[in-house]
Nanobody, 119 residues
Framework: QVQLVESGGGLVQPGGSLRLSCAAS????????MGWYRQPPGKQRELVAA???????NYADSVKGRFTISRDNAKNTVSLQMNSLKPEDTAVYYC?????????????WGQGTQVTVSS
């Protein structure tokens, strides 16, 4: 089992910046991908950004050029730097890790942190 704890959410004005962080409860030695998902009010959860243990990244088109995902494998953390925030970025943001297995992948989620972008 892996516990994921997010932090850094809050209220910001449009055009502002926010940095989310997620800490895993233990080191992950198997191949894995960490990512950030978000769920706006009334909508389904969607992928925002993901990063492999080797550093390869993937972003949703809506956040490319504004958000940057990074990870620190030594500290078992993943972060999401969010710049030029828009009201449509408002959502609960969830940290996720997918750990590769021989038969199934293990999938763990954080509790979520609220990001609100509003004047």
């Amino acid at each position: 089992q892996v516990q994921l704890v997010e932090s850094g959410g809050g209220l910001v004005q449009p055009g502002g910046s926010l940095r989310l962080s997620c800490a895993a409860s233990r080191s992950i030695f198997r191949l894995n991908t960490m990512g950030w998902y978000r769920q706006p009010p009334g909508k389904q959860r969607e992928l925002v950004a993901a990063i492999t243990d080797g550093g390869s990244t993937n972003y949703a088109d809506s956040v490319k050029g504004r958000f940057t995902i990074s990870r620190d494998n030594a500290k078992n953390t993943v972060s999401l730097q969010m710049n030029s925030l828009k009201p449509e970025d408002t959502a609960v943001y969830y940290c996720n890790i997918k750990i590769r297995g021989g038969v199934w992948d293990d999938d763990y989620w954080g509790q979520g942190t609220q990001v609100t972008v509003s004047s």
